[in-house]
């Protein structure tokens, strides 16, 4: 399939992975961070890692929209969906996420109108379609997804749509990439920048991670060849001692950014003083709430929200592996008490997220090919049983 | 609201103390051994987890039960065959094989709740048909009578009734089966969604075969008959929530024949599976924890139609997972895979059929695919429900 097939050749995989093998300092070992959770899920899917040496590992970032909604958020949720009349809409990724009282899907079960949709102007048809009831759309992710809520407001007040309103819950990457430089648990040497968030914000952002932290930072592509591009990209830089900000995504991520996605989120939303992320706590400057000339649209002033923070359950240590300190095996449940069938955080729910995607597609025994070099001659999972030729 | 209390949610609790008793033994062990014996550790730890008695921990049931996924799975093994437990329904194959009155028959039902009614390619009645057929086919046997239950909506159009019937006729006369005996209900209007059916059939196994997924060993090499994932692609965007349009129709077809071709050929045939919910993956599955065996399985060996590959990246869902209608995997003796694949290849319906892996005695219960890309992961059953009512 063209456009596709190009970006997972095995052929230059191989390729690629000899020369980032060739990068590797002997006795060094090098920490990389995706950012993203797509990466991550692109990572394991197509078991990217078996194209790596071991020296070499991969870190999991608090990149996934649906991880970083902390439990309490996920309980208002629930409450604005249970007031009377309301149709409340949401992303699939976000219908299993567990709140103290189970997820959207439980709620769905016991009667609450929760109702998925693709996008969020499928909201506003909702709405159109009933004018006796409200309709709520939990709006959650990053930059990737926050210019799509802010143009179904724009349309929404066009219209002059009485019935719906946006329980907002975008947050923003950079913060949050700070917070992990400035952690004392991690030492990274460098960053898979989010692609699908930098489409919007551009590459300019991450300047001061190369300039103040000396980290080099590649904004890479989705698909199994960028990132292993983007690796060699890094490695490159930190054999030169470079650090700097590249962009292995241009055929998508303009550097400048996205400024109509950028002007409709402007014009409609604005930072908030501090928002809760799971796991990782209070972050100021973190997320972003409806302006004042859009609160018409604003669950959270249209409704009571009851704003109760609710801790994470005690053994749940999402919030060490969305800052990249824990592997998802290393998780005390990982796996026995957590699946993704009963979830207790919400690494383990999206695909996005780390613990499901290792979960789902890495939970293996994995032999290893000590050296990518050697894999240019033979399969790389040659050790792991005998495939058909 | 559990404002600040540590362990909100009482299942999460309980889901925790079950965790610690069933682990008690090698928490000791997980002290300081290297990190790949760590992570060894937690795998071997996860594979008793999994091994555990199923039960269901929701209170009510949820779209995933009907997913055909895991919670299907536990939902089955947790109510229905603890309920009625007993040495016909325990291998929970497709068709229950019995022996009657000096013959072996075949038994099984299957309802019917696909939205929309109608689809390119076929429709409810169709599925009906051909569901239950492939069914009693998969198991060995020739399908011969089904019966016709219905469950209408008051306001159903009869107009569309009288279409679902003459495409129940058609479907069976392709198939070769008489539907013999039938019921009727009809229910408030939106107590139910239009027209629902449940189809049962009954089928006389002649071959000398037993057939069962729990039967593969280590060698036996793994086909499909050919493309997966047409079906599903095409409800899913026959619903018109997608915004795509694609050329893509629905495969319903009886299997039967195919199924026959198949046996006739070879004598090695362990097992068949048509690939309905939850897809070729969710087969893959069933052999590797049925028989206690691991599956391996090439990406770049299994035939997807593109625009039915292009709608699965689009909507970032995997076509092993998606629902076919008128698909089977077979496992077959190694040494006879190119004669399975052959007979599959001379029937009209396997044209495009592949071997796309094969049984390995290595990671027993495990299902791995070699990507494309030319790593290596893992394909589990699917948790949650990405696309409800498909048949």
């Known amino acids: 399939m063209r456009f596709v097939d190009e970006f997972r050749d095995a052929e230059k995989a191989h390729a690629l992975a000899a020369k980032i093998a060739a990068l590797a300092e002997p006795g060094r070992r090098y920490k990389i961070m995706e950012v993203c959770g797509g990466h991550t899920h692109t990572i394991y899917k197509h078991g990217l890692e078996d194209y790596l040496p071991e020296t070499i590992t991969l870190v999991h970032g608090p990149g996934c929209p649906v991880c970083v909604i902390p439990m309490g958020r996920v309980d208002d949720a629930m409450h604005l969906a249970a007031q009377p009349d309301v149709i409340m809409t949401s992303f699939g990724d976000m219908m299993r996420v567990p709140g103290s009282n189970g997820s959207f899907f439980d709620a769905k079960a016991r009667g609450t109108d929760i109702r998925m949709v693709y996008s969020p102007l499928d909201s506003l048809k909702i709405a159109r379609a009933?004018?006796?009831?409200?309709?709520?759309?939990?709006?959650?992710?990053?930059?990737?997804?926050?210019?799509?809520?802010?143009?179904?407001?724009?349309?929404?007040?066009?219209?002059?749509?009485?019935?719906?309103?946006?329980?907002?819950?975008?947050?923003?990457?950079?913060?949050?990439?700070?917070?992990?430089?400035?952690?004392?648990?991690?030492?990274?040497?460098?960053?898979?920048?989010?692609g699908h968030v930098s489409t919007v914000i551009g590459c300019r952002p991450y300047e001061f991670i190369a300039r103040d932290y000396g980290k080099p930072v590649v904004v890479a592509g989705f698909e199994p060849l960028d990132i292993l591009q983007s690796i060699y990209m890094l490695m490159l830089q930190l054999a030169e001692g470079r650090s700097e900000v590249e962009n292995q995504y241009a055929r998508v991520v303009p550097w400048h950014g996205n400024l109509v996605a950028l002007r409709a989120i402007g014009q409609t939303m604005e930072l908030r003083p501090y928002f809760e992320w799971r796991g990782l706590g209070f972050i100021s400057h973190s997320a972003l709430r409806i302006r004042d000339r859009y609160a018409a649209f604003d669950a959270e002033r249209l409704f009571e929200v009851p704003g109760v923070r609710v801790a994470d359950p005690k053994a749940c240590q999402c919030g060490e592996v969305l800052k990249g300190v824990l592997k998802p095996w290393e998780c005390k449940v990982f796996g026995t008490a957590c699946t993704p069938e009963t979830p207790i955080g919400t690494c383990m729910v999206s695909p996005e997220g780390a613990c499901a995607a290792y979960y789902n597609y890495g939970r293996m025994h994995r032999q290893r090919v000590a050296e990518a070099a050697a894999a240019a001659a033979a399969p790389p999972a040659a050790g792991n049983g005998g495939l058909p030729s | 609201?559990?404002?600040?209390?540590?362990?909100?949610?009482?299942?999460?609790?309980?889901?925790?103390?079950?965790?610690?008793?069933?682990?008690?033994?090698?928490?000791?062990?997980?002290?300081?051994?290297?990190?790949?014996?760590?992570?060894?550790?937690?795998?071997?730890?996860?594979?008793?987890?999994?091994?555990?008695?199923?039960?269901?921990?929701?209170?009510?049931?949820?779209?995933?039960?009907?997913?055909?996924?895991?919670?299907?799975?536990?939902?089955?093994?947790?109510?229905?065959?603890?309920?009625?437990?007993?040495?016909?329904?325990?291998?929970?194959?497709?068709?229950?094989?019995?022996?009657?009155?000096?013959?072996?028959?075949?038994?099984?039902?299957?309802?019917?709740?696909?939205?929309?009614?109608?689809?390119?390619?076929?429709?409810?009645?169709?599925?009906?048909?051909?569901?239950?057929?492939?069914?009693?086919?998969?198991?060995?046997?020739?399908?011969?009578?089904?019966?016709?239950?219905?469950?209408?909506?008051?306001?159903?159009?009869?107009?569309?009734?009288?279409?679902?019937?003459?495409?129940?006729?058609?479907?069976?006369?392709?198939?070769?089966?008489?539907?013999?005996?039938?019921?009727?209900?009809?229910?408030?209007?939106?107590?139910?969604?239009?027209?629902?059916?449940?189809?049962?059939?009954?089928?006389?196994?002649?071959?000398?075969?037993?057939?069962?997924?729990?039967?593969?060993?280590?060698?036996?090499?793994?086909?499909?008959?050919?493309?997966?994932?047409?079906?599903?692609?095409?409800?899913?965007?026959?619903?018109?929530?997608?915004?795509?349009?694609?050329?893509?129709?629905?495969?319903?077809?009886?299997?039967?024949?195919?199924?026959?071709?198949?046996?006739?050929?070879?004598?090695?045939?362990?097992?068949?599976?048509?690939?309905?919910?939850?897809?070729?993956?969710?087969?893959?599955?069933?052999?590797?924890?049925?028989?206690?065996?691991?599956?391996?399985?090439?990406?770049?060996?299994?035939?997807?139609?593109?625009?039915?590959?292009?709608?699965?990246?689009?909507?970032?869902?995997?076509?092993?997972?998606?629902?076919?209608?008128?698909?089977?995997?077979?496992?077959?003796?190694?040494?006879?895979?190119?004669?399975?694949?052959?007979?599959?290849?001379?029937?009209?319906?396997?044209?495009?059929?592949?071997?796309?892996?094969?049984?390995?005695?290595?990671?027993?219960?495990?299902?791995?695919?070699?990507t494309a890309f030319g790593g290596t992961r893992i394909v589990d059953l699917l948790v949650g429900d990405p696309l409800p009512r498909i048949c």
Request: negative net charge; contains cysteine.
């Open chain 1, 130 to 194: 009933n004018p006796d009831r409200r309709v709520v759309f939990m709006a959650i992710g990053f930059e990737t997804t926050a210019p799509s809520t802010a143009m179904t407001l724009l349309r929404a007040a066009a219209e002059g749509l009485g019935n719906f309103s946006v329980f907002c819950n975008h947050v923003t990457i950079i913060p949050a990439i700070k917070a992990i430089l400035d952690s004392p648990d991690l030492r990274l040497d460098g960053f898979i920048g989010p």
């Open chain 2, 1 to 370: 609201m559990t404002g600040g209390s540590e362990a909100p949610g009482g299942w999460i609790a309980e889901a925790l103390r079950e965790h610690a008793e069933q682990d008690q033994p090698d928490q000791a062990d997980l002290g300081r051994p290297g990190m790949t014996d760590r992570e060894q550790q937690v795998l071997d730890r996860i594979d008793r987890a999994r091994r555990r008695r199923p039960r269901v921990r929701e209170d009510r049931i949820t779209m995933s039960h009907g997913a055909g996924g895991k919670a299907t799975h536990t939902l089955i093994e947790a109510i229905f065959l603890e309920a009625f437990r007993n040495p016909l329904l325990e291998p929970l194959e497709d068709a229950a094989s019995l022996a009657l009155g000096g013959s072996r028959l075949a038994l099984t039902t299957d309802s019917y709740v696909v939205s929309p009614l109608f689809f390119p390619g076929g429709c409810i009645g169709d599925l009906a048909v051909n569901g239950t057929v492939n069914d009693l086919a998969v198991a060995g046997a020739t399908p011969r009578f089904l019966s016709a239950g219905f469950i209408l909506e008051e306001g159903f159009p009869v107009a569309d009734l009288a279409r679902i019937a003459a495409a129940i006729r058609d479907a069976a006369a392709a198939a070769g089966v008489a539907v013999v005996t039938g019921d009727t209900k009809v229910v408030e209007r939106g107590k139910a969604d239009g027209c629902y059916i449940n189809t049962a059939g009954v089928g006389v196994i002649e071959r000398d075969v037993t057939l069962g997924v729990a039967r593969a060993r280590p060698g036996d090499a793994i086909l499909v008959s050919g493309p997966i994932g047409d079906h599903g692609v095409t409800i899913m965007l026959a619903r018109g929530e997608l915004d795509i349009e694609a050329d893509v129709t629905s495969d319903t077809a009886p299997l039967a024949g195919l199924a026959a071709a198949l046996l006739d050929a070879v004598p090695g045939v362990r097992a068949m599976r048509d690939a309905t919910r939850g897809g070729v993956a969710t087969i893959l599955n069933e052999i590797a924890r049925s028989a206690g065996v691991g599956v391996v399985v090439s990406e770049d060996d299994i035939p997807v139609r593109p625009a039915v590959r292009g709608a699965a990246e689009l909507l970032g869902i995997d076509p092993m997972y998606v629902a076919c209608e008128g698909r089977m995997v077979a496992v077959v003796e190694g040494g006879q895979a190119d004669a399975a694949l052959a007979a599959l290849r001379a029937h009209p319906l396997g044209e495009q059929a592949a071997v796309i892996g094969q049984v390995t005695g290595e990671s027993p219960g495990v299902v791995r695919l070699k």
